[in-house]
């Protein structure tokens, strides 16, 4: 059965610090991975990874993927209390079904 | 541009009754999907429904069932509510097939008693 798992479920740190979310997959015919923010309701698109090895940077977010061992990584670095929420991994597959992982939630302490 | 909307955003109904969510998708976008998210099992895919045709479906009980119309809209049915089908019900459009291009929508809060 395909499955995203994400580690770890809940995180709670420090403004500043820099943070490490964790995203396994184990999913029939791959075709990219995604990374989303969900802060109240909505999640947004954060990233979409389909190369190995290759890292999608936007501002202090940064997400690489590693096909061979199937994770992919989201890096926050000197975070901010607005970078608080659950954050969902996810993968597509060829067949246009999406699964997702149930989430890291993330707390940045002032 | 409009984003995805929902309606309502919040329904409270007890056990046994039959619920009807709505969806508006992005003007232009031809994909809908489903999803349900609880805190235990996170966000669960439902199905999806590209030109009113179901394209892909989830693990889910026949209760749950939806439809699309021909102006892509789109309505999700749960029917003999259960205590464990509360949860925030979240549809997403896309123009087509490509993923990254998914816009959320703000939820349905189902609570049931």
């Known amino acids: 059965e395909d499955k995203v798992v994400q580690s770890p479920l809940s995180l709670v740190v420090h403004e500043g610090d820099t943070v490490t979310l964790n995203c396994s997959y184990e999913?029939?015919?791959?075709?990219?991975l995604l990374w989303y923010k969900q802060e109240k309701k909505a999640p947004t698109f954060l990233f979409m990874l389909t190369s190995s090895g290759i890292e999608k940077k936007s501002g202090r977010l940064s997400s690489i993927l590693d096909k061979k061992e199937l994770f992919s990584i989201l890096n926050i670095t000197a975070t901010q209390t607005g970078d608080s929420a659950i954050y969902l991994c996810a993968v597509e597959a060829l067949d246009d079904k999406i699964i997702f992982g149930k989430g890291t939630r993330l707390h940045i302490l002032p | 541009k409009a984003g995805v909307t929902q309606t309502p955003r919040y329904l409270i109904k007890t056990r046994g009754q039959q619920v009807t969510l709505s969806c508006s998708p992005i003007?232009?976008?031809?994909?809908v999907s489903w999803y349900q998210q609880t805190p235990g099992q996170g966000l669960q895919f439902l199905f999806e429904y590209f030109s009113e045709t179901q394209r892909n479906k989830g693990n889910f009980p026949g209760r749950f069932s939806g439809r699309q119309f021909s102006n892509s809209r789109s309505e999700m049915n749960v029917s003999t509510l259960e205590l464990g089908d509360s949860a925030l019900y979240l549809c997403?459009?896309?123009?087509?097939?490509?993923?990254?291009?998914?816009?959320f929508g703000p939820g349905t809060r189902l609570t049931v008693t």
């Open positions: 999913v029939t015919n791959f075709r990219s």
């Open positions: 997403a459009s896309r123009t087509g097939t490509v993923s990254y291009e998914q816009y």
């Open positions: 003007s232009g976008h031809r994909s």
